[in-house]
């Protein structure tokens, strides 16, 4: 079992930033995909960015490309994400989640942190 539990988020500006941090613990996700998603109020969940379990591939929502990085440290057990530029249509429940395929299927993720709430002020 790999448990996940997400930190960084918060109340920001239009225009300014924040750093996501994904801390997993029962297993190491050296192996694992790592991903972001997000769910506004009324929204389904969508696919924000994922890691390959190396960190050379990354892949990128259109509505982030040019302003999210994920990025991750396999020694810490950790996944980040880097957000810039954030906009009001920013704000949502962001989650981490870990998967054992290189995907950005929500339903091929096998682990999910509770998710950090991002609000982005307009």
């Known amino acids: 079992q790999v448990q996940l539990v997400e930190s960084g988020g918060g109340l920001v500006q239009a225009g300014g930033s924040l750093r996501l941090a994904c801390a997993a613990s029962g297993r190491t996700i050296s192996r694992y995909t790592m991903g972001w998603f997000r769910q506004a109020p009324g929204k389904e969940r969508e696919f924000v960015a994922r890691i390959s379990w190396s960190g050379l591939s990354t892949y990128y929502a259109d509505s982030v490309k040019g302003r999210f990085t994920i990025s991750r440290d396999n020694a810490k057990n950790t996944v980040y994400l880097q957000m810039d530029s954030l906009k009001p249509e920013d704000t949502a429940v962001y989650y981490c989640?870990?998967?054992?395929?290189?995907?950005?299927?929500?339903?091929?993720?096998?682990?999910w942190g509770q998710g950090t709430q991002v609000t982005v002020s307009s």
């Open positions: 989640a870990a998967s054992r395929a290189t995907t950005r299927e929500s339903g091929l993720y096998d682990y």
